[in-house]
């Protein structure tokens, strides 16, 4: 029984005996809804709300609770995004690929891999099979035997189309390799010669050790050449037969100096440049920077001053030296570059350095680059050091100067102003037009292109040649229309570079080029009729630069007649370093600014010092 009734009246619902519970005990609220005598309360009571809202149905994800319906749109784009975006995708990736061929590589690629193997046709000593020349062998193991070196003069490189080893213009090569390796080593990396050509440098400066006591710290002795000849001569040597170098069986005499401030300077340029490409071995870079610094002490001893080739008659017919303070700024600014010691920049950029180098005479002359003459190269490496770092005092004022000769250098090369003559065909002739004019063009298409890489490093367009401006690809046309002619676009259509292109010189002067390799031996004389005969050379030695037309753009290709047809190694090491500078295959064409400088401390402007004291003047 209920015990209170909290609507008000009686229990009682009906008395006309209608029932108004359902068959589960349920109210029946439509029944109830027949009694009039249901108040308004209880009729909301009894009704609730008859209709039932809708719910909503959601997904719940734990972090975000979500609509069926936002679901199933969120669900419906990504669907729709695949198939407008996914499936081409995939389609695409299924399908078969057909991949664009590499660029071929340019000619000054295809010329470069070709004039390095030169190097390796040249190598004296113990080669081994990866050498790479099969026509080559051991040869020279006696070199040197004369000496108080133990184990002679063995290795270094040949110098021409004779046996004999140069020392001054083998070092000239091999700091022009370095120096073209510390501009363009990512070049060199790409076209797989980095290495290699690693390899051809420490072939020469491992010989350049021997050829003096690199142990000590004070010499009085450099070896500047072994073998060699008299003018004239009858009696065996490197001139008077023609032999193979494996064949060789007459006196290799060395050359001793005591003096001679020009070769030691610049086989410290050698041996400093390439401890800066091996800085990667510390231990052989510091031997390189060792020995650098004994061979340039040894030149700036004022007892050593004289150049080496003086009174030599084996030396001074064919690589006579005009002077030595040229390797003295040469030399100088590459043992900065390789110790970052100060002493040497200040040298490098002392006053009486480049006024006793005769460079402020701005003659012709002093504008060409060879294994004589480095100033151009000095100053231009001195120039690049004013671009990149700026040093300021106290070198600013000579740093100046020398940019200035290096920009009218670089104008001396443009035909617009005739200080060099040009053959009909276009080659400039910077030796007057003597023979053998191709070593000397080949370096300032180097020099040229350098020094437009410079510009192009630190964002300069261009330069001055008095009011005249220039854009920097004036200079990079220059240096692409001289090695083109090098390559073949000349009047005799002739590649100069052996084995480059169809037409090339194929009677080149060279001992080891003209003789068959039938293992059979070639006396002294015998050889002769290799040397005289009207056949194409037997080898071909790949890679060489011959001496070049003459002024008037005649080649004759004549093994007998060497100021056309033989090679040299300074005139090789010219043409590379002109050719990784040009070349475009790789997709790079600037230099590596920072290797070359990694030893140099970071540099702080010096303050200049104060003016005198002020002091009356008397009257």
Same mark, same amino acid.
């Given at each position: 029984?209920?015990?209170?009734?909290?609507?008000?009246?009686?229990?009682?619902?009906?008395?006309?005996?209608?029932?108004?519970?359902?068959?589960?005990?349920?109210?029946?609220?439509?029944?109830?809804?027949?009694?009039?005598?249901?108040?308004?309360?209880?009729?909301?009571?009894?009704?609730?709300?008859?209709?039932?809202?809708?719910?909503?149905?959601?997904?719940?994800?734990?972090?975000?609770?979500?609509?069926?319906?936002?679901?199933?749109?969120?669900?419906?784009?990504?669907?729709?995004?695949?198939?407008?975006?996914?499936?081409?995708?995939?389609?695409?990736?299924?399908?078969?690929?057909?991949?664009?061929?590499?660029?071929?590589?340019?000619?000054?690629?295809?010329?470069?891999?070709?004039?390095?193997?030169?190097?390796?046709?040249?190598?004296?000593?113990?080669?081994?099979?990866?050498?790479?020349?099969?026509?080559?062998?051991?040869?020279?193991?006696?070199?040197?035997?004369?000496?108080?070196?133990?184990?002679?003069?063995?290795?270094?490189?040949?110098?021409?189309?004779?046996?004999?080893?140069?020392?001054?213009?083998?070092?000239?090569?091999?700091?022009?390799?370095?120096?073209?390796?510390?501009?363009?080593?990512?070049?060199?990396?790409?076209?797989?010669?980095?290495?290699?050509?690693?390899?051809?440098?420490?072939?020469?400066?491992?010989?350049?050790?021997?050829?003096?006591?690199?142990?000590?710290?004070?010499?009085?002795?450099?070896?500047?050449?072994?073998?060699?000849?008299?003018?004239?001569?009858?009696?065996?040597?490197?001139?008077?037969?023609?032999?193979?170098?494996?064949?060789?069986?007459?006196?290799?005499?060395?050359?001793?100096?005591?003096?001679?401030?020009?070769?030691?300077?610049?086989?410290?340029?050698?041996?400093?440049?390439?401890?800066?490409?091996?800085?990667?071995?510390?231990?052989?870079?510091?031997?390189?920077?060792?020995?650098?610094?004994?061979?340039?002490?040894?030149?700036?001893?004022?007892?050593?001053?004289?150049?080496?080739?003086?009174?030599?008659?084996?030396?001074?017919?064919?690589?006579?030296?005009?002077?030595?303070?040229?390797?003295?700024?040469?030399?100088?600014?590459?043992?900065? $570059?390789?110790?970052? !010691?100060? #002493?040497?920049?200040? =040298?490098?950029?002392?006053?009486?350095?480049?006024?006793? *180098?005769?460079? &402020?005479?701005?003659?012709?002359?002093?504008?060409?680059?060879?294994?004589?003459?480095?100033?151009?190269?000095?100053?231009?490496?001195?120039?690049?050091?004013?671009?990149?770092?700026?040093?300021?005092?106290?070198?600013?004022?000579?740093?100046?100067?020398?940019?200035?000769?290096?920009?009218?250098?670089?104008?001396?090369?443009?035909?617009? $102003?005739?200080?060099? !003559?040009? #053959?009909?065909?276009? =080659?400039?002739?910077?030796?007057?037009?003597?023979?053998? *004019?191709?070593? &000397?063009?080949?370096?300032?298409?180097?020099?040229?292109?350098?020094?437009?890489?410079?510009?192009?490093?630190?964002?300069?367009?261009?330069?001055?040649?008095?009011?005249?401006?220039?854009?920097?690809?004036?200079?990079?046309?220059?240096?692409?229309?001289?090695?083109?002619?090098?390559?073949?676009?000349?009047?005799?259509?002739?590649?100069?570079?052996?084995?480059?292109?169809?037409?090339?010189?194929?009677?080149?002067?060279?001992?080891?080029?003209?003789?068959?390799?039938?293992?059979?031996?070639?006396?002294?004389?015998?050889?002769?009729?290799?040397?005289?005969?009207?056949?194409?050379?037997?080898?071909?030695?790949?890679?060489?630069?011959?001496?070049?037309?003459?002024?008037?753009?005649?080649?004759?290709?004549?093994?007998?007649?060497?100021?056309?047809?033989?090679?040299?190694?300074?005139?090789?090491?010219?043409?590379?370093?002109?050719?990784?500078?040009?070349?475009?295959?790789?997709?790079?064409?600037?230099?590596?600014?920072?290797?070359?400088?990694?030893?140099?401390?970071?540099?702080?402007?010096?303050?200049?010092?104060?003016?005198?004291?002020?002091?009356?003047?008397?009257?």
């Amino acid at each position: 029984m209920h015990s209170r009734n909290d609507w008000g009246g009686s229990f009682e619902m009906s008395n006309s005996g209608e029932e108004v519970y359902n068959q589960n005990n349920e109210w029946d609220r439509a029944a109830l809804l027949e009694r009039q005598d249901l108040d308004e309360t209880l009729q909301s009571w009894v009704l609730e709300r008859v209709e039932k809202r809708k719910k909503k149905k959601y997904v719940d994800f734990g972090c975000i609770v979500m609509s069926h319906k936002a679901l199933k749109w969120i669900f419906g784009s990504i669907f729709i995004a695949f198939l407008v975006i996914g499936l081409p995708i995939i389609i695409t990736k299924s399908l078969p690929k057909h991949h664009s061929p590499p660029t071929p590589p340019d000619n000054y690629t295809l010329a470069l891999h070709k004039a390095l193997l030169f190097f390796n046709a040249q190598k004296s000593g113990k080669l081994g099979k990866s050498n790479g020349i099969a026509w080559r062998g051991n040869s020279g193991l006696d070199d040197g035997n004369d000496t108080d070196v133990k184990g002679g003069l063995v290795g270094g490189y040949y110098d021409a189309g004779d046996n004999t080893k140069f020392h001054f213009p083998m070092s000239f090569a091999m700091t022009m390799l370095s120096w073209s390796v510390l501009e363009y080593k990512d070049k060199y990396m790409a076209l797989n010669e980095y290495e290699h050509t690693r390899e051809l440098i420490k072939w020469g400066t491992d010989y350049l050790l021997l050829t003096f006591n690199n142990s000590a710290t004070k010499i009085n002795k450099i070896y500047a050449q072994v073998g060699g000849s008299l003018n004239g001569s009858s009696t065996p040597d490197d001139d008077y037969c023609w032999q193979r170098p494996e064949d060789m069986d007459y006196p290799r005499n060395t050359i001793s100096i005591f003096q001679g401030a020009d070769l030691a300077g610049e086989m410290a340029a050698a041996l400093a440049s390439a401890s800066i490409v091996f800085q990667d071995d510390a231990a052989y870079s510091k031997k390189l920077m060792k020995g650098a610094q004994t061979v340039f002490d040894f030149a700036r001893d004022a007892g050593k001053r004289r150049p080496y080739s003086r009174g030599e008659p084996y030396t001074e017919p064919f690589y006579n030296s005009t002077g030595y303070y040229d390797e003295y700024m040469w030399g100088a600014t590459w043992l900065y $570059y390789a110790t970052g !010691n100060s #002493t040497y920049i200040s =040298l490098a950029t002392n006053p009486s350095i480049f006024k006793n *180098s005769k460079a &402020y005479f701005l003659t012709p002359q002093f504008s060409v680059l060879s294994w004589d003459n480095k100033l151009p190269a000095a100053m231009l490496l001195l120039t690049r050091f004013r671009m990149f770092l700026n040093p300021g005092y106290p070198y600013e004022d000579m740093l100046q100067m020398y940019h200035n000769v290096t920009s009218l250098t670089m104008c001396s090369y443009l035909h617009h $102003y005739k200080v060099f !003559n040009r #053959t009909r065909g276009g =080659l400039i002739q910077l030796n007057k037009g003597q023979p053998r *004019s191709l070593q &000397y063009v080949a370096n300032a298409a180097f020099m040229a292109s350098l020094f437009a890489d410079y510009m192009q490093g630190v964002g300069v367009p261009g330069w001055y040649c008095g009011s005249t401006y220039f854009p920097v690809s004036v200079l990079k046309t220059f240096a692409t229309s001289q090695v083109d002619y090098i390559l073949g676009k000349n009047p005799m259509k002739m590649s100069y570079i052996v084995g480059f292109g169809n037409k090339f010189p194929r009677h080149v002067h060279h001992r080891g080029a003209s003789i068959p390799n039938d293992h059979k031996h070639h006396s002294c004389t015998g050889g002769w009729k290799w040397r005289d005969t009207s056949n194409n050379n037997p080898n071909t030695i790949t890679g060489a630069m011959v001496g070049g037309p003459d002024r008037f753009d005649q080649f004759h290709d004549s093994r007998k007649n060497y100021n056309f047809t033989e090679p040299t190694l300074a005139g090789n090491a010219g043409i590379v370093a002109a050719l990784i500078s040009l070349t475009s295959t790789t997709g790079s064409s600037g230099i590596d600014r920072n290797t070359i400088f990694s030893a140099i401390p970071p540099l702080r402007p010096q303050n200049p010092p104060p003016p005198p004291p002020w002091k009356p003047i008397k009257t």
